[in-house]
């Protein structure tokens, strides 16, 4: 019998559930990623992830290959694509991992609604998280909405049941899965084909996820305090293998832990680990509220006016082309355009601005991080702006709002951050290089009319 695996956001061949899974059914197991029309023709024709993509699957189709299976890689609408693969290949059994985006969860009820028409079926399982939808509650039985309490029932869960973070092996033809990958020829098509130029990619270095891994393993301990200055290497650098599954998650959290136990990874250690749980807090927010795709989190925020109009679009076009006059911000958003990639501190700060500076609607800024960043999710990047605008869970308090030059001032003391992207200002002393030159809007006045705007929702 056979059997498809649909790859999506699990671009790796080790410590994945659906291959394992498939492997373990005893069938002779076909590969196949579907370039997705539905998601892809509405993207400009230069992006830096269909092209890591397109590099993964290169990649992949060569190992596949050298474990004697092969790669099948379509361009299409995956809602037909799949069932007809099916079809063409006679797979009983379509095997793939659990995505928690509202649309994709239309998309894979429709596949398997499909596929069911054929007689055929789609088993999914648990792959990107440690814990998903329903497995961390509150002693209600309720989902969670602030992260602390959410963090110590996952960390609790763990601890109950540490063999969550077993690998899922992929073993053709062992004893336990005795499956086979099909023999045959990978065809992938250029990039060209699929109407999408290269980009700076290369330039980037993005790497491989588990060798990026292992090298932030040797600075994991200084992460809680290195992680907030945007000019060091902090941070892991992580989030695109996280968001196409490059890296395993039970890998990198076993891993910090078994670190951490034994005193090898510093207090940054612990503080890493609450990142990825960040990462599955905002999953499971989207999962149980899919109204925050589009609404606040909090809907008393959708009553607030956000300015309009064309100076509205004047000043979101500064913002995005880093032109605010405020230099951080500036060179944050030219880092954003230049490399897809925005330091988290930077994407804290640049997201107040937009809301609480200029006065624009969250949405917009969600809108552009979603088109430009290289590790753009939709879970995370709402949750992030939502947390900006003080419209979501566990959001900061509306009242409190990032002053731009003492954020500057704090966490890149000697500008060289912003030097980097802004070069002309190299000549700037420190104490001079983080004060807004011809800024687009005053902070403190900006900040009276947001207090004067979030009036409409001020609660206890
Ligand atoms: P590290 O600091 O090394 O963290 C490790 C991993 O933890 C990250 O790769 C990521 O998977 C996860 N993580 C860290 N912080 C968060 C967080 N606050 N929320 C959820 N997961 C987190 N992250 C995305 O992955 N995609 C996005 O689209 C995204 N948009 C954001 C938008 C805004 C406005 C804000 C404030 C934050 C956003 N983040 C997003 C979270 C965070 O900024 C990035 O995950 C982080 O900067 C990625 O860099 P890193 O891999 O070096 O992170």
């Known amino acids: 019998k056979n059997a498809l695996v649909w790859l999506r ?17 005893g069938a002779t197991v076909y590969c196949a990623f579907i370039f997705d029309r539905a998601i892809l023709d509405s993207l400009p024709a230069a992006d830096r ?14 190992e596949l290959e050298a474990l004697g299976g092969h790669l099948i890689v ?108 099909a023999p045959g020829q990978s065809v992938l098509p250029a990039l060209a084909d699929i109407g999408f130029a290269r980009t700076n990619l290369h330039e980037l270095g993005i790497g491989n996820g588990p060798q990026l ?34 890296v395993s998650i039970r890998h990198l959290v076993r891993t910090v832990m078994t670190m951490s136990a034994r005193g090898a990874a510093g207090e940054g250690g612990a503080v890493w680990l609450s990142e990825l749980i960040w990462r599955e807090f905002y999953m499971q927010i989207l999962y149980h509220n899919p109204h925050v795709v589009g609404g606040s989190f909090k809907p008393a925020y959708d009553k607030i006016e956000w300015e309009s109009g064309p100076a509205a679009e004047q000043l979101f076009a500064a913002w995005c082309e880093g032109r605010t006059g405020y230099p951080l911000v500036d060179a944050a958003m030219l880092q954003l355009n230049r490399t897809g990639y925005m330091h988290n501190r930077l994407r804290m700060v640049t997201a107040s601005f937009l809301c609480k500076d200029l006065g624009i609607d969250w949405r917009w800024g969600e809108a552009y991080f979603a088109l430009h960043l290289n590790d753009f999710d939709l ?16 959001a900061q308090p509306y009242f409190r709002i990032f002053n731009p030059v003492t954020q500057s001032q704090k966490f890149d003391p000697e500008g060289k951050f912003i030097k980097r992207y802004l070069p ?12 807004p030159r011809n800024p687009i809007v005053e902070h403190d006045e900006a900040r009276k009319r947001t207090l004067e705007r979030y009036a409409v929702v001020k609660t206890t």
Request: aromatic share 10%; proline share 5%.
């Open 49 to 62: 992830r269909v092209e890591f993509i397109h590099d993964t699957l290169a990649a992949l189709a060569a």
């Open 424 to 435: 002309q200002l190299a000549g700037l002393s420190a104490k001079e290089i983080h004060l």
């Open 379 to 394: 879970s995370a990047n709402n949750g992030g702006w939502q947390w900006a605008s003080s419209s979501g869970c566990d």
């Open 213 to 246: 891994f292992d090298e932030f393993l040797g600075r994991v301990a200084d992460y809680g305090v290195a992680r907030d200055y945007p000019a060091i290497k902090g941070p892991s650098y992580l989030s695109m293998h996280l968001r196409f599954g490059t």
């Open 74 to 181: 379509r361009h299409d609408g995956a809602e037909s694509a799949i069932p007809a693969l099916a079809a063409e290949l006679d797979a009983a059994t379509v095997f793939a991992n659990h995505d928690y985006e509202p649309a994709a969860i239309a998309r894979d009820e429709a596949v398997a609604r499909a596929l069911a028409g054929a007689g055929r079926r789609l088993r999914t399982f648990k792959d990107q998280v440690v814990f998903e939808r329903d497995e961390v509650l509150t002693q209600g039985g309720n989902p969670f909405s602030v992260f602390t309490p959410y963090k110590n029932a996952w960390l609790r869960k763990l601890e109950a049941d540490p063999s969550v973070l077993a690998p899922w092996s992929v073993e053709p033809g062992s004893a336990h899965q005795p499956g086979r990958f």
């Open 9 to 25: 956001r699990d671009l790796r061949l080790f410590d994945h559930a659906a291959l394992h899974h498939a492997l373990a059914s």
